[in-house]
């Protein structure tokens, strides 16, 4: 159980177009999911938080505008990265947060999508 | 604000050995939970072992074990009978009240064979 799915898995755009990243809880219920950033070698970045049904969190130095989030449905959040540039290029991965029934909640992660832009 | 400190960028171990993993860690809340995830070549992020703060009993799951030392605020990571397919990065996280993950800067480890 527990299963998240990215997709796609990797994408090459063109400067100035936006690109939309899916992600999926395939056997449970996802009231939170987490968008983070990494670069190569480096820990995740935490991008946002998306509640299903309301507006993300976006952490400070995070372009709203640019990475917009949705989360219209328990079991499916996406990144759009509007008007992508080369410097968007990086690894985005998202997570799921499952809530167990002792209380403890744990984050379950996508496989990662990987965004060249040129 | 809670941060999270891995002060070993990089470990080795030989196959079938034990190895160690270092991580500590700052929070002002009572109610926390500490995390190892790896994260081999492909990239996909896999929970490793979970141990709720309040629980004394140190967390197990196979060869994987903490040794959870909450006064110290420490949370280490012991990997025994070491295993080529353990080679990867490992990242030590807290997560409180607002469940955000706060990550340390990761270890990468390289099993010898």
């Known amino acids: 159980g527990a299963v998240v799915s990215q997709h796609p898995s990797w994408v090459i755009c063109k400067s100035g177009t936006s690109v939309k990243i899916e992600c999926r809880s395939l056997?449970?219920?996802?009231?939170?999911m987490f968008w983070y950033r990494q670069f190569p070698k480096q820990s995740l970045m935490l991008m946002a938080t998306?509640?299903?049904?309301?507006?993300?969190?976006?952490e400070q130095g995070v372009e709203k505008d640019k990475f917009l989030i949705n989360h219209a449905s328990l079991t499916l959040s996406t990144l759009t990265v509007t008007s992508a540039h080369p410097e968007d290029s990086s690894f985005y991965i998202c997570s799921a947060r499952v809530f167990q029934l002792d209380s403890t909640d744990t984050q379950y992660f996508g496989p990662g999508t990987r965004l060249t832009v040129l | 604000a809670q941060t999270v400190t891995q002060s070993q960028p990089e470990m080795s171990v030989q196959e079938a050995e034990t190895v160690t993993l270092s991580c500590t860690y700052d929070t002002s809340e009572s109610d926390y939970y500490l995390f190892w995830y790896k994260q081999p070549p492909s990239r996909q992020m896999i929970l490793v072992i979970r141990?709720?703060?309040?629980k004394q009993q140190n967390a197990t799951e196979n060869r994987f074990s903490v040794n959870f030392q909450k006064a110290a605020k420490s949370f280490s990571l012991k990997i025994s009978d070491s295993q080529l397919g353990d080679a990867a990065m490992y990242f030590c996280?807290?997560?409180?009240?607002?469940?955000?993950?706060?990550w340390g800067l990761g270890t990468s480890l390289a099993v010898n064979p």
């Open positions: 141990q709720e703060a309040y």
């Open positions: 056997d449970f219920q996802a009231t939170t």
């Open positions: 996280g807290v997560t409180g009240n607002n469940r955000k993950l706060i």
């Open positions: 998306s509640n299903e049904g309301s507006k993300a969190t976006y």
